[in-house]
Nanobody, 117 residues
Framework: QVQLVESGGGLVQPGGSLRLSCAVS????????MGWYRQAPGKERELVAH?????????SYADSVKGRFTISRDNYKNTLYLQMNSLKPEDTAVYYC?????????WGQGTQVTVSS
């Protein structure tokens, strides 16, 4: 059974940075396309970024975070990362990791990111 444990969230001022981590057990992220998702209050969960594994690694980002967020992974640690820079209040949400486009069938608890002055 897969376990996803997100961490690294917190309260940060606009313009600040955070680095999220997602430790995965029960699945190898090296053979799965992985994504970071977020869900803001009252909104549906949305894909923020994903990183492929087949052949040459490639990444893709939602327009709202392009140029500010960077997704990466450490296959040896089986851990996914999201470096978030130049954070904006609209980035406030609970952030989750999972496989993409089809999720593993369960979700972790997520990590709360709050951007506020």
């Amino acid at each position: 059974q897969v376990q996803l444990v997100e961490s690294g969230g917190g309260l940060v001022q606009p313009g600040g940075s955070l680095r999220l981590s997602c430790a995965v057990s029960g699945r190898m992220i090296s053979i799965n396309t992985m994504g970071w998702y977020r869900q803001a209050p009252g909104k549906e969960r949305e894909l923020v970024a994903h990183i492929t594994t087949v052949g040459r690694t490639s990444t893709s980002y939602a327009d709202s975070v392009k140029g500010r967020f960077t997704i990466s992974r450490d296959n040896y640690k089986n851990t996914l990362y999201l470096q978030m820079n130049s954070l904006k209040p609209e980035d406030t949400a609970v952030y989750y990791c999972n496989s993409y486009p089809r999720n593993f069938g369960s979700w972790g608890q997520g990590t709360q990111v709050t951007v506020s002055s």
